[in-house]
């Protein structure tokens, strides 16, 4: 069994401040982990993805997550947040392996950047 | 057309009505996925396709019928809807079913059923 639990539903941070987002993840093998976003009315964008490689990986948009198996953590960050950074931000993890893999998603934070 | 699309965009009905959701995707996958995300709830799986074949059915209720007639196309068809079933449903792709495939999402069709 697998769960993924984000802590904080809503984060709110000043334009050029960084930006930090939660994910806690519970799996019983070692998982993949990714980070989406949702805009509105959009569909989700993938950000970036965890495969067992580098444990910090890079994303678009200037995002980037660290894999921390000692704290089930893999924390979404950006050094200074920028106006359009605002949107929905989910974290999913999936089992490891080469059989099905079914994505269990959190349940979302929502980002909001003041001037 | 690019990515994963959906039509429509949006849709109402009626509880006694018959709808069809569409979804196509032009990335060569061979993996397509329905999902269900209401307000103040986690994206809910409802169907996982793996070339043409029903991979997984998460409980859902028989009044959601999905079809997949080939690798690049699938439906979600709708009858006699509850309004709780009003939400976003999103289709996505993936290139194959393993948990390392990142998973490429439509933008999702606004559905109200009143």
């Known amino acids: 069994a697998q769960s993924v639990t984000q802590l904080g539903s809503h984060v709110s941070v000043s334009e050029g401040a960084l930006v930090l987002l939660r994910c806690n993840y519970s799996?019983?093998?070692?998982?993949?982990l990714f980070w989406y976003v949702q805009y509105p009315n959009q569909g989700l964008q993938l950000l970036l993805k965890?495969?067992?490689?580098?444990?910090l990986v890079k994303g678009i948009n200037g995002f980037e997550a660290e894999f921390k198996k000692s704290e089930t953590s893999f924390h979404l960050t950006k050094p200074s947040a920028h106006m359009s950074d605002a949107a929905e931000y989910f974290c999913?993890?999936?089992?490891?392996?080469?059989?099905?893999?079914?994505?269990?998603f959190g349940q979302g934070t929502i980002l909001t950047v003041h001037p | 057309e690019t990515g994963v699309t959906q039509t429509p965009r949006h849709l109402v009905m009626g509880m006694t009505n018959k709808k069809s959701l569409k979804c196509e995707q032009h990335l060569g996958h061979n993996a397509m996925y329905w999902y269900k995300q209401s307000a103040k709830k986690p994206l809910e799986l409802m169907f996982v396709?793996?070339?043409?074949?029903?991979?997984e059915n998460n409980s859902v209720p028989s009044r959601f019928s999905p079809e997949c007639p080939n690798s690049s196309h699938l439906f979600l068809h709708l009858h006699t809807l509850q309004p709780e079933d009003s939400a976003l449903y999103l289709c996505?792709?993936?290139?194959?079913?393993?948990?390392?495939?990142?998973?490429?999402f439509g933008p999702g069709t606004r559905l109200t059923v009143t």
């Open positions: 965890y495969t067992s490689a580098a444990t």
């Open positions: 799996s019983s093998v070692p998982p993949y």
């Open positions: 396709y793996s070339l043409e074949e029903r991979v």
């Open positions: 999913a993890v999936s089992a490891g392996g080469t059989s099905y893999g079914k994505l269990t």
């Open positions: 996505a792709s993936s290139q194959g079913l393993g948990g390392r495939y990142e998973q490429y």
